[in-house]
């Protein structure tokens, strides 16, 4: 009888895989396994979007029964496709609009849908699989520019003095 504990053989290159409960605690270390991911696929430019994609995505698995996830990675042509599995039949939300400053939810799911070139739910028989494609495009500080502007809230860009000119007295 073989007793020997085999380890799981690595995932390709490009593909990275963690099983999880979820627990606000977790979060940053997710956060810092999707930032190293992408920077060891060359795709730096995308880290403040997938550590915020993923932490969102993570996040609502708090509402599900079941508390417990995968999230994978998946580097394709050049966008990365990041994908949270969990236990719940229950469809996420994604607003078409920002929601109303007294809303009590969806800000996150706004800012995932914002952020991605495409988002998606798959339906399985036990849960689901909710997904964002990542690739060049709009940066976090332009989603959130753009949340802010359209319920008049003041932005960085809006509240910032100009700088005087150079040369002029």
């Known amino acids: 009888m073989d007793t020997a504990i ?21 979060m940053g270390p997710i956060r810092h396994q999707v930032a ?8 730096s ?7 915020l994609v993923a932490s969102e995505l993570c996040s609502n698995v708090r509402h599900a029964g079941d508390r ?11 966008r990365v496709r990041l994908e949270v599995r969990d236990y719940s039949t229950a469809l996420p939300y994604f ?14 799911l706004y800012l995932v849908a914002e952020l991605a070139e495409h988002v998606g ?3 399985l028989g036990d849960g689901k699989i909710i997904w964002a494609v990542l690739g060049p495009g709009p940066c976090l500080t ?10 008049g809230e003041p932005t960085d860009q809006q509240v910032r003095p ?4 150079v040369g002029r007295a």
């Open 95 to 108: 607003p078409a609009e920002v929601p109303a400053p007294d809303a009590v939810s969806g800000r996150g």
């Open 142 to 151: 332009d989603a959130i520019v753009k949340a802010a502007s359209q319920h």
């Open 45 to 51: 430019a995308l880290v403040e979007q997938g550590m």
């Open 6 to 26: 085999r380890e799981k053989p690595p995932l390709p290159y490009g593909q990275f895989s963690l099983h999880q409960r979820f627990s606000s605690e977790a």
């Open 121 to 123: 739910v798959d339906l």
């Open 36 to 43: 190293a991911h992408l920077r060891l696929w060359e795709m």
């Open 162 to 165: 100009s700088a005087p000119e």
């Open 68 to 78: 417990r996830f995968e999230l994978r990675m998946v580097l394709l042509n050049g």
